[in-house]
């Protein structure tokens, strides 16, 4: 194929890898933040432990939960993402609409996500990107 619709074919393989990569490091940095938490349960567990982290007057409870509710929540956007990758490689329509959503949150995350976000904006906004996965699949 050649022509502006050969540039969206030739850039959707590298974002769907850029989209599977930046889910799996999110997931790997969800269940960095949940074993972060079990320590500071662990830490709250032993009666020899100080309650307070640091002399900041922060309890070790508000650590543990804030790593907490931050693992989980890298792993599920970390799963949204490798969903939505596996959603483009498939030409899905919805996978389209999955990572244009989670690229304009990407665009907050300074700086990888920002150009990620970027990027995969610039890719899937253009109306041959759109055509691509319109497309019926017989005529893939």
């Known amino acids: 194929?050649?022509?502006?619709?050969?540039?969206?074919?030739?850039?959707?393989?590298?974002l769907?890898?850029?989209?599977?990569?930046?889910?799996?490091?999110?997931?790997?940095?969800?269940v960095?933040?949940?074993?972060?938490?079990?320590?500071?349960?662990?830490?709250?567990?032993?009666?020899?432990?100080p309650?307070?982290?640091?002399?900041?007057?922060?309890t070790v409870g508000a650590f543990a939960f804030v790593f907490g509710v931050l693992g989980a929540f890298a792993i599920v956007w970390g799963g949204a993402h490798l969903w939505a990758g596996?959603?483009?490689?498939?030409?899905?329509?919805?996978?389209?609409v999955l990572t244009l959503a989670l690229s304009v949150v990407n665009l907050l995350v300074l700086p990888f996500g920002t150009v990620m976000g970027a990027y995969a904006l610039w890719i899937l906004m253009t109306n041959d990107a759109r055509h691509l996965f319109e497309a019926p699949a017989a005529a893939r």
Do not use: K, Q
């Open 86 to 96: 596996r959603l483009l490689r498939a030409h899905r329509p919805i996978g389209r």
């Open 16 to 30: 769907i890898l850029l989209v599977r990569v930046w889910g799996a490091l999110s997931m790997l940095i969800g």
């Open 51 to 58: 309650r307070e982290a640091f002399g900041t007057g922060i």
């Open 32 to 49: 960095s933040m949940l074993l972060l938490a079990v320590g500071a349960v662990a830490i709250l567990a032993d009666p020899g432990w």
């Open 1 to 14: 194929m050649t022509g502006p619709a050969a540039g969206t074919e030739r850039h959707l393989p590298i």
